[in-house]
């Protein structure tokens, strides 16, 4: 016992040390429309339990998630439409933008690319790299990948970093997928 | 906050801030990352300073800062975030989208870090959110406000409070939690905050409770009486002064409201006058003092209270104390002259404040005597007080020399010793008044007071005041012993002054040659000539019309130039505002300027005066409120008075009879809830008498013909002319029956009428909705009616009693017992029955035992009447009188006795 408390000490004061040279701070913007899985998914994130109903979020929630030596700052934005001409202010700057999908609903599709086709459009979020979630693919009615670039017409955009992701905050699918595509976007530009 | 940070805020004091460097920074700041808390801080205290400094941003730059405020709650730094919640407050109503930091700042007011984050986060969430959004909120801010923190729950009440012009409904679901809130007592962690916040129980949140309390429970009366007596029982928990202090304000609002509460409510207020805090006490009695209509016996403790106050070595304590003194003052002020000796004390008090307050007090208390020596004393410090001191004290004086009208040589010359002074307009134009009111109502002091404002005119920098005293010197100077006078001061203006002045000096030059010497008329014209000369068109104009105007016959120039009656300006406003609001249709037709009744010069002045007495009597500054209450009380009856003028001129059997010379008030002849309501108005001609019998039948099934009143006067002098009767008088419906009798002209008999209704009563018959064919006659009787003094006098205001009493023979007297509780009811119900205007202030008694009440009237028939009244008080016997009066005809003093022994 003594010597694995001994070495998880070591252990720690390592990572200390670590985290002072080469700790490293993310800016992430989540978006998405109401009741994709945004705010779960960051529960999620930080340890806490899933639960199928949350309030929605009005307005934005900042919450950091830890990763080794890397911290995420995750702002996490309201779906509503009235919050949604206000997204684009959080997206500047930042290291990288994660839009939620609900894949598994499929009235929302057109209104989702609506909105992100907008916004990749604007000019301050040139260069920034995309992550897509299609969330929810534990319902039998959710679609993949290639169907998820079909629906958001997002082969236009080939000269920028998306990608596609399928995902399940509920069940925990693909989530350390999520993680390391955000760690590894670190050294994009800034 | 450490030393440093307040150096740094003494440099933004100091140093002047650009806007934009501000606005650039905090976005180059804000948005940086890492965040450095510390700059941060510093730059959201600048612009804070900025915000509170009423400088503005506008709407796009606003949002900008406001969003790149929102970055910086990524940072846990509880001072940075302390900051962060006053900007976004600051910003809330200024910038778009706030709504976007709901979320947010929910995350901090369910957090755990309580006493920075919480309360602050629970007072920036009720700027920002939206009514839509106070129900998402409510189980938050319903636990926020029984939090055991004392600091949480206050900033949720006061937030609550912020929150009811948006979420009325929702918030008043919150009165369990918030009454709840009321009665605890809640201490402060402990070692929270150890050294910066005194630590033990606080009971503020018990005051922010109860202030909302009030609010939610405001509309409904019998909550409130619960509220206030649960919180004002012996074993109330309500600790905290501020609370009691407010519930004192809330209880004083209900007695204002409904007077039937007042006996329960005043034992309480007593009862506070005993509690430990001072506070407490001086607000009791002030509430106490306030109230309408006190007895001696109810003040008394108050007055005790106050009287320690009054010596107290804490300046806030006298000041409050004489404060209360001098409002009482102004209603009562032989209950407190008793504290003459102390009051007197506070007059070298080095605060001026308290000084002043005591010279009013005393002014009001004080004989007529101790009036020269008070005068003197305020003279010493007049100039070391401020003008809002120097107005208070020039009010006092005005309302003293109303009160002792022989004390107006001391009195002129202190208003014009101040006049002399320095002030600014507000002091002086409150002077001038003064002094008008001296021209006006105490007639010895006339010539000395236009000398006085001649002078001032002299030498008058504003152009408003010099106007209304040329006014005045048209008017009152050509009256008196030596005219030309005052031409030479109005003439200097011509020569001197504006053009605006010039214009009034020329009306004002005009009215003196109305009189009849020659040589002043023919001065004044030559003066005018010389005005069509001036540069400026106004001026030219008036001369010339005045000149042509004075060429005409004397009359015709009089009722040009001196018109000595005005439109009743109240009702030409709202006949005016009617006409333009019509459509085009309307302009068709000219606006007929008949229908706006008249007041002569006289009448206004008993207006005038009625109200000014009025106003004084009345504590609480709510002076304003009530002369516009009896300009809208004057307004309607003028109103009423014209509705009747123009249904009588519409009956062809009342054309011949002239104008009408007075209508009664409305007497109900039956009570409200009979079948048939009836009430009457006595409606006085020349030589007629028309009562006016206003029928209601309340009947669902029955309906009346032939309906008429058969009224018996028990007087032989009065003889019954005609009947109008009512045709048919469906069901539910009113209408109205004239009687017309002959009076003899010059004469003014008093009687009674019994009154019979007298109808063909038709019941309807149900099935068919119409009434049946025979009916059957029947009679009704209904409550007599009097006709008496009270129909046939007109009150009017007369400058002194002494004169008239004079210049009046036909002497009566009599004497009788009446029946009334006091002095002061007596006053009251004499000057109702005889419908006189009391004088000299002489409806309100001095002493409880004696007193002289002396009235002035004039007839329907425009004939003077005086009555003196002497009236004695015991307890044993009532109210012993005596009244003696005179009168221009034999047959008025005769109307006045006859009054009292019907």
């Known amino acids: 016992m003594a010597t694995i408390s001994i070495y998880s000490w070591f252990q720690s004061v390592y990572n200390y040390l670590l985290s002072l040279f080469w700790s490293t701070e993310l800016d992430v913007t989540l978006l998405g429309l109401q009741n994709a899985g945004k705010t779960s998914l960051l529960k999620v994130f930080i340890g806490e ?40 202010r959080y997206c500047r700057g930042v290291n990288c933008v994660v839009f939620v999908l609900d894949s598994a609903d499929a009235s929302t599709f057109e209104t989702a690319k609506t909105e992100l086709n907008a916004l990749l459009s604007k000019e301050a979020l040139v260069g920034i790299p995309l992550l897509v979630l299609g969330n929810k693919n534990d319902l039998p009615a959710s679609i993949g990948t290639e169907e998820i670039i079909n629906i958001l017409q997002l082969e236009q955009y080939k000269d920028r970093d998306i990608s596609v992701l399928s995902i399940s905050v509920k069940e925990g699918k693909g989530l350390p997928g999520v993680l390391s595509w955000l760690i590894s976007r670190k050294n994009s530009n800034k | 906050m450490s030393a440093l940070t307040y150096k740094k805020n003494d440099d933004i004091e100091s140093g002047s801030l650009d806007k934009m460097t501000v606005f650039q920074d905090c976005m180059s700041g804000f948005n940086a990352s890492p965040i450095m808390p510390k700059k941060c801080r510093l730059l959201l205290s600048k612009l804070a300073h900025l915000l509170s400094s009423g400088e503005t941003f506008p709407a796009d730059e606003a949002t900008a800062l406001f969003f790149s405020v929102t970055k910086l709650f990524q940072h846990k730094d509880p001072s940075l975030r302390q900051m962060v919640y006053v900007v976004i407050k600051e910003l809330a109503p200024i910038a778009n989208d706030v709504i976007m930091v709901t979320s947010s700042i929910m995350k901090d007011v369910q957090g755990s870090n309580e006493l920075i984050y919480k309360p602050n986060a629970i007072r920036a969430l009720c700027r920002i959110i939206d009514g839509s959004i106070v129900q998402g909120i409510e189980r938050l801010m319903k636990t926020a406000i029984v939090d055991k923190n004392p600091s949480i729950s206050s900033a949720a009440l006061v937030s609550s409070y912020q929150l009811l012009p948006i979420a009325k409904d929702t918030v008043r679901r919150w009165a369990n939690e918030t009454q709840e809130c009321v009665v605890a007592q809640k201490s402060f962690p402990p070692g929270a905050l150890l050294g910066n916040y005194h630590i033990g129980v606080s009971t503020l949140s018990q005051y922010h409770a109860l202030g909302l309390l009030y609010q939610i429970r405001a509309h409904d009366r019998m909550a409130l009486m619960k509220m206030v007596q649960q919180l004002s029982g012996p074993s109330t928990s309500l600790k905290s002064s501020n609370a009691i202090i407010m519930l004192i304000r809330f209880i004083s609002r209900i007695i204002s409201d409904d007077q039937n509460l007042r006996a329960p409510l005043y034992v309480l207020l007593e009862n506070w006058l005993r509690h430990k805090s001072d506070m407490v006490n001086l607000e009791a009695a002030k509430i106490i003092l306030n109230i309408k209509g006190i007895s001696e016996e109810e003040a008394t403790p108050a007055v005790n209270v106050l009287q320690q106050f009054l010596s107290s070595p804490r300046t806030v304590y006298r000041f409050a104390a004489i404060r209360a003194f001098s409002k009482f003052a102004m209603v009562q002020p032989v209950l407190i002259s008793h504290c003459n000796i ?142 030309t006078m005052y031409i030479r001061y109005i003439y200097n203006r011509v020569v001197l002054e504006n053009a605006v002045i010039r214009a009034s000096a020329v009306s004002a030059l005009a009215k003196f040659a109305l009189t009849d010497d020659k040589e002043v008329r023919d001065s004044v014209v030559v003066l005018l000539r010389r005005c069509l000369e001036d540069v400026t068109d106004e001026v030219r104009d008036r001369a010339a019309v005045y000149l042509k105007v004075i060429g005409l016959d004397k009359q015709v120039a009089e009722s040009y130039i001196n018109p000595g ?58 002076k304003a409120d009530i002369a516009k209450e009896q300009m809208e009380r004057a307004l309607k009856e003028e109103l009423t008075q014209q509705t009747y003028a123009s249904t009588l001129a519409s009956i062809a059997q009342f054309t011949d009879y002239g104008k009408i010379l007075n209508s ?24 007629h008498l028309v009562i006016q019998y206003d029928i209601n039948n309340t009947l669902k099934d029955t309906i009346l013909e032939d309906v008429s009143v058969i009224s018996i006067p028990d007087n032989e002098d009065i003889v019954e002319e005609f009947i109008i009767p009512i045709d048919t008088l469906s069901v539910e419906s009113a209408g109205t029956v004239y009687v017309s009798f002959v009076r003899p002209t010059g004469e003014y008999p008093v009687t009674g009428f019994e009154n019979n209704l007298k109808f063909t009563l038709k019941e309807i018959d149900p099935s068919s909705g119409e009434p049946e064919e025979d009916g059957f006659e029947d009679e009704y009787q209904i409550e007599s009616l009097s006709l008496s003094a009270s129909d046939y006098m007109i009150p009017t205001y007369a400058g002194s009693f002494v004169h008239q009493w004079d210049e009046l023979r036909f002497d009566e007297t009599f004497s009788i017992r009446i029946d009334a509780a006091d002095l002061q009811e007596a006053c009251t119900y004499l000057i109702e029955t005889l419908n006189m205007m009391p004088l000299e202030s002489s409806d309100v008694p001095v002493s409880t035992s004696q007193n002289t009440l002396k009235l002035f009237g004039k007839t329907v028939d425009g004939v003077k009447t005086v009555v003196q009244i002497r009236m004695i008080y015991s307890a044993s016997n009532g109210v012993a009188i005596k009244i003696h009066t005179r009168a221009q005809e034999e047959a008025a003093s005769a109307l006045v006795i006859e009054t009292f022994t019907n």
């Open chain 1, 49 to 88: 339990e899933f639960s199928p109903d949350s309030i929605p979020t009005v307005g934005f929630a900042m919450k950091r998630v830890k990763h080794g030596h890397v911290t995420l700052k995750c702002w996490d934005l309201g779906g509503q439409p009235r919050f949604r001409s206000m997204w684009e």
């Open chain 2, 342 to 483: 102390e009051i007197e004390n506070l007059l070298s008090d080095t605060n001026r404040s308290i000084a002043t307050y005591a010279i009013t007090t005393l002014l009001q208390t004080g004989n007529e005597t101790s009036v020269d020596r008070l005068l003197t004393q305020i003279n010493g410090f007049m100039n070391d007080i401020s003008d809002d001191f120097k107005i208070i004290i020039i009010e006092a004086v005005r309302s003293l020399a109303l009160k002792f009208p022989t004390k107006h040589v001391a009195m002129l010359k202190f208003l014009a010793d101040c006049l002399r002074d320095e002030g600014g307009i507000k002091v002086k134009t409150t002077i001038v008044e003064s002094i008008f009111d001296m021209i006006k109502y105490v007639p010895d002091s006339k010539d000395e007071a236009l000398g006085h404002l001649c002078e001032f005119i002299e030498d008058c920098e504003f152009t408003d005041i010099t106007v209304r005293v040329l006014h005045m010197l048209g008017v009152e100077g050509p009256a008196t012993s030596e005219p």
């Open chain 2, 565 to 622: 009656k005005d439109y009743s300006l109240p009702v030409l406003e709202q006949e005016l505002a009617q006409y333009v609001s019509g459509d085009r249709e309307q302009f068709s037709t000219p606006f007929d300027m008949s229908t706006i009744p008249q007041i002569t010069e006289e009448q206004a002045k008993a207006n005038d005066f009625k109200i000014k007495s009025k106003a004084n009597h009345e504590p609480e500054a709510a």
């Open chain 2, 664 to 687: 009664s008030k409305i007497v109900q002849l039956s009570e409200s809830e009979t079948e048939f309501v009836v009430s009457a108005v006595k409606h006085l001609f020349k030589d």
